[in-house]
């Protein structure tokens, strides 16, 4: 073949990189070396694992369940919520469920609120919101479908969307049970992250030709920092699981052993699921959580054991010589 010939032309070059004979590193795995590689692996993550569900297991929490909980003439708060009239929405229900603290919890305690068989990662409830009606620049309410406008006098909602419009409203007041009746000091603020507060909400010039969500019972005219409200922030920050658990309060000078009473205005309706109020202290890892700590455990248990398997199996069967001459 000619160095002309059309075939050669078509040949690659002579380069190490055309040729793909680079330098390259081709490790080949040995016992030797993979058998370490598990058992280092074991032996960070066991202690790692240890720390963390050592560090879970002194956080402490408290979840009480009141979807079911009556009033004092007896009365089911939940089935009252069921009829959703107007006025049935305007009149308050009042129960009060009671719990005991064995121990004191210093520091910061947070005050939750759960819901579970909640989906607010729906497609069409995401895609219910106007971003640019929360920061306060328009009263457009493109994008609310099905809450865009009031059906009496088609006006404007602000905040319109299905994500506005089902906000949690239940509120809480928390008591020491006996003598004193003054409710337990904590702080509304500071409960939603500094992002949302900063830059995805503002305030509107004025909320005048339009009106409020359906089922909301404040009135958001008396309320110039509606868009600012942090309750709102919070809950307009979706969850991605139909369980979930969002910050209400906290309470900074921590709470001390003995009887109290948690006072629950119960406005929020509810069909399906559960809602349950949970205390709660921190630590460096966040919140209660035995899951990371196990995960860890799990993942170093499994670590060593490989090892051990192939420590022994490179033992029984690793110094054999292969006879060759039958593989021809």
Not at 139 to 157: H, K, M, R, V, Y
Not at 243 to 251: E, G, N, T, V
């Amino acid at each position: 073949m000619t160095e002309g010939s059309p075939a050669h032309a078509n040949r690659p070059g002579g380069s190490r990189i055309k040729q793909q004979t680079l330098p390259a590193w081709k490790p080949i795995f040995t016992a030797n070396c993979v058998v370490p590689i598990f058992f280092v692996f074991g032996i960070i993550f066991i202690p790692i694992g240890v720390v963390l569900l050592l560090e879970s297991n002194k956080i402490k929490e408290m979840s009480l369940d009141y979807t079911s909980c009556t009033t004092p003439a007896n009365q089911s708060c939940s089935l009252l919520r069921e009829n959703r009239t107007e006025q049935v929405m305007r009149d308050a229900c009042v129960c009060n469920v009671d719990f005991t603290l064995s121990e004191d919890w210093p520091g910061t305690v947070y005050v939750y609120y759960r819901l579970t068989e909640f989906y607010q990662n729906h497609r069409r409830y995401l895609k219910s919101v106007n971003q640019e009606q929360l920061q306060g620049e328009t009263a457009q309410t493109s994008g609310c479908i099905p809450n865009a406008f009031q059906s009496s006098d088609s006006l404007p909602i602000m905040p319109c969307g299905m994500i506005a419009n089902s906000r949690f409203n239940d509120s809480y007041t928390l008591f020491r049970s006996g003598n004193d009746t003054s409710p337990i000091d904590w702080r509304r603020d500071g409960i939603a992250w500094t992002e949302d507060t900063n830059y995805k909400f503002g305030n509107p010039t004025s909320f005048a030709g339009s009106a409020q969500p359906v089922y909301w019972q404040e009135n958001v005219s008396s309320l110039p920092g509606m868009m600012l409200n942090e309750d709102l922030a919070v809950w307009m920050r979706t969850a991605a699981l139909p369980k979930f658990r969002k910050l209400y309060a906290r309470i900074t000078d921590g709470l001390t052993t003995g009887n109290y009473t948690m006072s629950i205005e119960y406005n929020y309706p509810i069909r399906r699921g559960h809602k349950t109020f949970v205390l709660s202290t921190t630590r460096w890892i966040g919140g209660k959580n035995s899951f990371l700590g196990i995960a860890y455990l799990t993942v170093g248990g499994l670590s060593i054991a490989g090892g051990c398997a192939l420590l022994l199996i490179h033992a029984i069967y690793g110094k054999r010589k292969r006879d060759v001459s039958k593989m021809h």
